[in-house]
């Protein structure tokens, strides 16, 4: 972020001096800087529980806990029972007592020791023999040295059942399957043709929702009207300005040499050391669903491992950049969830991108005149250069998984809606499964859907209300919500605005693309063809697209990949990205208490558009 940016963020700073004159005081101030970062966390996690009381699990165990235990006989309808035995007729857990010895299992560990002897395995019944299992449902009891805990962040409670936010959501999740195939070319103001109409008739209908009164957390401040080239896009700023995708999901690297052109922009290709990493995807069969018919359904609800990618993906097609929310989905069906902050990463340090400016002087000294009091000559490289920013971007990840987890299986439990569609397909057959309330407010959502439904009906081939996935297995064995997609993105991308500088522009310069801090600059953006075979020039832009937006846009194109593939809700996006960033705060934090000699001082620009600076010493008053 700029320095130029206005702070208005009170910082921590650290009592750990230099200089350590022999090996026992350096050993004595290590373990200082450790109590020291130790106290600051404890600290910190007591003040959130304190603002937070209503959504920490301490105060509420069970988020869900009310919703499960409504009546004996609603069997859990809004919790996530994958890879548990269900109804063939309701599609609900066949047995209760098997949800809660699952829930058990969660608490008290899947595999524990008797007596400190003999290992044994929690009693939770397997559907399948190959089934496919839970994912990490203990991870949010380990404990981490640095970074906030892993239950020492929380979310906000998701929108339940009987909620308008759930109904827009589940909307939005229903419209983004229609929009599968269509060209993200389409999705910009005033697209003329089938395509445009398509995308037209999803803002209608969304729309429709939103003059009922229906709200979202992207809608909750500004009440906006929704358009083509803001639906589905996400919440921060610069998400909605320009292609859909973020330049960093398709561009390649700087030219190494005049005149070559293995790597450019439009090349594709990421220079990655003496190898390169290709922003090209495989090509999944176009128009072909999943999981719309109910044996199908079932065998996915039941934990059955059905992946097939002969099936999945066209095997005559060769691979192109993403050109459709199915490229996208299939992007973040397999990424390595660093992935795309990593690349990112990589491209902006090809193309020198410049840092926060506090750090650029730190990382040798970039400064065209060199200035006494902010030049030196070291370089940066396991401080402040390439090297720093590629490991700690990729490190932060793990931290955000595991806060993840927690939140997921110890908290929310929340379905995903692939089950939360099986409720508006199986309506008929819920009214003597669950009780009076949950079924009126079953039968509330599904009027509400109503138009939507009837382009799902007209999909689907069997005329029903499944939710079409992307995926054959639908959604990962476990809950919805927070988004581990989404958690990763926020904290990746948090260390990337951190180091930065996200006023910085992507702009022409002697014919092609640079990335600065410039004034003034003619713009430079790429987009897929409507067929992946290339990319092209983005040639409408009235300014420059920013680092800040495009980094934005990029935990924003992650996470709402995983709704198009229909594994995720909104608010699952929305509310994880800002836990994710708070991870990452609390990690850089943490390690400004560890630098004795070099000044950690850095700003960045959060989601919602505050300022944080994070800095070992320098505390800013609050701007008057």
Known sequence: MSEKTEVNEIVETSTVKPPHESFTDRVAASEAYRIEAAQFATKRALDALAQREDI??????????????????????????????????????????DFEAYRKAIVEGFVKRDDGDEPFTQEVPSTLEEGRPWEAPTAGQVFDLQGPDAQAVTMQKAPQLGDDELTLEMAEVYELALLRDVPFSAFREKQAGENGRKVDGSVTRLERLLDKGFRKRMMDA????????????????????????????????RSLEQGKEEFGPLSGYINYGAQRIDQRVPVAQAGVNYMTDLESWIKVQDGGNVRDNGVLFDRSAQ????????????????????????????????????????????SGGRTEIPDPFTYRAAGGFALYGG???????????????????????????????????ARMALLDNLENSVTEATFSKFSKMEGDLKPTLTEIRAL?????????????????????????????????VTILKAFFNTDAVFFKKDGGLSIGAVENA???????????????????????????????????????????????????????????????????????????????????????????????????LKKS
Do not use: W
């Not at 919790?79 to 209760?96: C, I, M, N, R, Y």
């Not at 050109?323 to 989905?329: E, K």
């Not at 005329?463 to 989404?486: D, I, N, R, T």
């Open 56 to 97: 920490h699990p301490e105060h509420r165990p069970d988020i869900n806990y009310v919703e499960e235990k409504i009546g004996a006989a609603d069997s859990f309808a809004m919790s996530f029972t994958k890879g548990l035995k269900h109804d063939k007729d309701t599609g609900l857990v066949s047995k209760p007592a």
């Open 222 to 253: 500004s009440g906006r009207r929704l358009s083509a080239q803001n639906v589905f896009r996400g919440s921060s700023k610069g998400v909605d300005f320009g292609p859909y995708l973020s330049q960093f999901m398709l561009i390649g690297s």
């Open 319 to 362: 691979r192109r950049f993403m050109a459709t929310p199915r490229d996208l989905a299939t992007y973040v069906h397999d990424d390595a969830l660093y992935q795309a902050y990593l690349n990112a990463c990589l491209l902006l340090l090809s193309y020198g991108a410049p840092f926060d400016e506090r750090f650029d002087a730190l």
């Open 387 to 421: 090297p720093h920013i590629l490991s700690l971007v990729t490190e932060v990840a793990t931290r955000a998984l595991k806060a993840v987890r927690y939140q997921k299986f110890n908290v929310h439990r929340r379905l995903r809606p692939e089950a939360l569609a």
């Open 460 to 492: 689907n081939t069997n005329k029903s209300a499944f939710l079409p996935m992307a995926f054959q297995e639908g959604s990962p064995m476990h809950p919805a919500y927070g988004a581990g997609h989404a958690t990763v993105a926020g904290a990746c």
């Open 522 to 620: 003619a713009p430079m953006a790429f987009m897929a063809s409507d067929d992946g075979s290339e990319l092209v020039p983005d040639t409408g832009l009235s300014a420059p697209l920013t680092v800040g937006g495009e980094l934005n846009k990029l935990a924003a194109n992650i996470s709402i990949g995983r709704n198009m593939g229909g594994v995720h809700y909104y608010s699952d996006y929305f509310d994880s990205i800002r836990m994710g960033e708070e991870i990452a705060i609390g990690l850089l934090k943490e390690q400004a208490l560890g630098y004795p000699t070099d000044n950690f001082e850095l700003t960045l620009e959060k989601f919602d558009g505050a300022c944080e600076v994070i800095s070992r010493d320098l505390v800013k």
